[in-house]
């Protein structure tokens, strides 16, 4: 390769890692060119770049983007995912991918901000719910103890207002 050409890849890699907010390492022996095309679509509809790259350019490309720890998860053949808003989302939807199409492509671990996830770390973020649910979730919860609040300084409210009820059926009978 060219050093020029060597260079610019450099630079993408630095940007796209820079600008990601997980990284995901996959291996990717084993997978046919076709089956390769129909992975990339399936992230780039959700949002999620993935390139095949050289480790060494990975390398340099994690010292200039100041991720050096990416270098604990790059080893041997690897792809990486790059997810630049949702999380989840970019774990969820590789995970899924794989289990669908029963891709022999495993998951090697993963850089969230500065810490590295292990390949079960990166699957149970991707069995997590989404953003909306979880924030509906912690309303509920939020809302629980003003419920139960109510129904306790309401209870002897109500027990009144049956004994007076009662009283008055009973007067006017």
Not at 48 to 71: C, F, I, M, T
Not at 97 to 107: D, G, T, V
Not at 119 to 145: C, D, F
């Amino acid at each position: 390769m060219l050093k020029e050409k060597k260079v610019q890849i450099v630079s993408n890699l630095a940007d796209n890692l820079s600008r990601s907010n997980i990284i995901i390492a996959t291996n990717y022996q084993g997978l046919l060119a076709k089956q390769m095309a129909e992975l990339r679509n399936a992230l780039a509809k959700a949002g999620v770049e993935y390139h095949v790259v050289k480790n060494s350019l990975v390398y340099r490309a994690a010292d200039h983007a100041g991720k050096p720890q990416l270098r604990d998860i790059i080893e041997g053949p690897v792809a990486l995912a790059f997810g630049y808003d949702d999380i989840v989302n970019t774990a969820k939807v590789l995970n899924q991918y794989i289990k669908s199409a029963a891709l022999s492509l495993q998951i090697r671990g993963g850089l969230l901000g500065d810490r590295i996830l292990l390949p079960e770390e990166v699957v149970s973020l991707a069995n997590l719910p989404t953003r909306e649910v979880l924030i509906s979730q912690l309303i509920r919860q939020l809302q629980a103890p003003i419920g139960t609040l109510h129904n306790i300084l309401n209870l002897p409210l109500q027990g009144l207002l049956n004994v007076l009820q009662n009283r008055a059926q009973t007067i006017s009978a």
